[in-house]
């Protein structure tokens, strides 16, 4: 049900936000299997009580009213566990709101739970989880996707009706095509990251997982712009046309030879291109284009990405954040010195140790200018191979990931094999240009096929009402 | 990369690992090295780096006192171990 339909209902009277998140509450018990979740708020049925009062009071509602959020477990809910997956971060609980929550909760909306994620958001399965890894509900055996792949798999088993997760190379795209979702990655900078737990700061972005465009839409108006407490945050531009299939006519999609090359799943690029023709016949004019550097997005993103995290994840020394020394017991812990190296050996997890150790390499004396300073050099070329590409075209169509959702267990054993499964959805974070996965279809296995449309900078307000249309003419079926 | 490397790196890194996880860190992180090497084909003689994500200009404003508006006790009682006011931590010379 969307957003527009559930409220209506709420205001005839029909169905009651307490009797909404009872509902789901009870669904998240029964659904235990997947794991989506880490933490549940306790208040939650009271919060629910309380709009349901004052609605009954004000006869009117609030934008997001009745819409029940799960919230990845890196995006910080006061008094909410905050773990970021990772066991360093177990007993850590929130002491303030994101931003994103304050305007989420100030315009009515209800977080239901903490999803659990791959740790410190390093993965593309969520398998790395230090609370257990997630399943998709489409396929049990599968992986859901990473690093979001709660929020995914919690919005399409219907355990709460939206989710929030971050992107910074994929983490909202690619589990949204993997378990069958709306996902979208702003621009960088168009929602505050004030509140959530950084990774890579210069690529990191929060974004909504949904079960329709018009959802993703509702949620973005409320979360997006400027937000004094992150100097990195803009406003978007205000874009508030809705297309139809006349407007097809003056649109130009550009397809981008470089992610239809061999590795790509059969059926992935059939059912693509297939949906690229249908556009093209009604009008639309589609332009094979060239982003002639997107081969070097990944080896870029896995240089810049891992510097950034030996930064931001230098705070975990077990003083501010961490365990009480009691519990630290078989750590044997004599000095200072002791604290940091153990505790952080201990709580880390090998994904996150690994890039730590990446990162502490590339920016190190002697070998910062050969992998840092060329890295960044080799992304300021992606982002001109974007803003050149929009100098003839709308949007930018391709596949979301190079496959549908593989097995558990299938890559986690191969690091560069599971990098790769970012390869389609990493040059947009490096050129800070907004994206979005709608689901397409589902493949001959049943498991569904994620199509990505890419626009201009700044403009993602455009891209979420071309995405409407888009949406409609996919004509996808949520089980 | 090699064991000596891989311990400075630790060392700088702030990370204690035992031998068996390190052996396999050491072949990851070559693994990835030789991936990243790729980098190496492109030309980017007179390209600027860029250096974040921003295009904004930095903040800056009077280094004054501003509320903005935490809670010192629930900071404080984030904390894991907290002796009245102050944060606790082992003695730091062994």
């Known amino acids: 049900m969307l957003i ?29 299997n997947i794991n989506a979740f880490i933490s ?20 009117k509602l609030k934008p997001l009213d009745g819409v029940v959020f799960a919230v990845k477990d890196n995006i910080l809910v006061k008094g909410m566990m905050a773990t970021a997956g990772s066991k360093i971060l177990k007993d850590y609980s929130a002491t303030y709101d994101a931003t994103v929550i304050k305007r989420i909760k100030e315009n009515g909306g209800i977080v239901i739970g903490k ?7 390093m993965g593309s399965s969520n398998e790395t989880s230090y609370f257990g890894l997630v399943k998709n509900p489409i396929d049990n055996d599968r992986v859901p996707g990473g690093s979001s792949g709660g929020s995914a798999a919690s919005v399409v088993a219907d355990l709460s009706l939206v989710a929030l997760g971050s992107d910074t190379a994929g983490s909202i795209r690619q589990p949204a095509s993997f378990c069958g979702a709306v996902g979208f990655k702003p621009s ?17 972005v929060i974004g909504p997982i949904t079960k329709s465009v018009e959802d ?30 006349l407007d097809l006519h003056n649109i130009t999609i550009g397809v981008p030879k470089e992610y239809f090359v061999s590795g790509i799943n059969e059926e992935v690029e059939l059912k693509v291109k297939e949906f690229i023709i249908k556009l093209q016949e009604k009008g639309c004019e589609v332009k094979d284009i060239s982003l002639k550097h997107t081969k070097y997005s990944l080896p870029a993103y896995y240089i810049i990405m891992p510097a950034e995290v030996s930064s931001n994840l230098a705070r975990f020394d077990n003083v501010r954040y ?33 890039r730590i150790l990446l990162g502490t390499y590339v920016l190190s004396k002697g070998y910062y200018d050969a992998y840092y300073l060329r890295a960044q050099k080799v992304r300021t070329l992606i982002r001109k191979d974007f803003e050149d590409a929009f100098e003839s075209v709308d949007f930018i169509m ?21 990098y790769l499964s970012d390869i389609f959805t990493v040059p947009m974070n490096l050129a800070g240009v907004p994206a979005i996965s709608l689901p397409l279809c589902k493949d001959s296995n049943k498991l569904p096929i994620g199509i990505q449309i890419v626009g201009k900078r700044n403009e993602d307000k455009k891209l979420l009402k071309i995405s409407k249309l888009f949406e409609k003419l996919i004509g996808y079926k949520y089980e | 990369m090699n064991e000596k490397e891989i311990d400075h790196l630790l060392t700088l890194a702030r990370l204690e690992i035992g031998g068996k996880e390190k052996e396999g860190l050491i072949d990851d992180l070559s693994l990835v090295l030789k991936y990243v090497d ?37 900071v404080k009682n984030s904390f894991p171990n907290i002796d009245g006011d102050f944060l606790k931590v082992p003695k730091v010379f062994e």
């Open chain 1, 322 to 354: 961490g365990a009480k020394l009691d519990d630290l017991k078989d750590l044997d812990i004599k000095s200072l010195k002791d604290l940091y190296f153990k505790t952080r050996g201990d709580g880390f997890g090998k994904e996150v140790k690994r």
């Open chain 2, 38 to 74: 790729q980098l190496l084909e492109v030309d980017v003689k007179d390209i600027d780096g860029q250096t974040g994500g921003t295009d904004n200009f930095n903040v800056i404003r009077n280094d004054c006192f501003e509320n903005r508006g935490f809670s010192n006790v629930d």
């Open chain 1, 115 to 121: 999803t659990n994620m791959d740790e410190f958001a």
């Open chain 1, 398 to 418: 391709t596949p979301t990931a190079p496959t549908t959702a593989f097995k558990l267990g299938e890559k986690s054993n191969d690091p560069v094999s599971m």
């Open chain 1, 4 to 32: 527009k339909e559930l409220q209506e209902k709420i205001l005839r009277e029909e169905i009651t936000i307490e009797e909404i998140v009872a509902g789901y509450l009870n669904k998240i018990k029964d659904s235990a």
């Open chain 1, 40 to 59: 549940l708020n306790e208040m939650a049925i009271n919060e629910a009580k309380e709009a349901d009062k004052r609605i009954g009071m004000e006869k």
């Open chain 1, 216 to 245: 993703c839409e509702k949620i973005f108006e409320i979360i997006c712009n400027r937000d004094n407490y992150d100097s990195t945050t803009v406003d978007v531009i205000d874009f508030d046309k809705e297309f139809d299939e």
């Open chain 1, 188 to 204: 960088y900078g168009a929602v505050s990251r004030f509140g959530l737990i950084a990774m890579c700061s210069s690529l990191d």
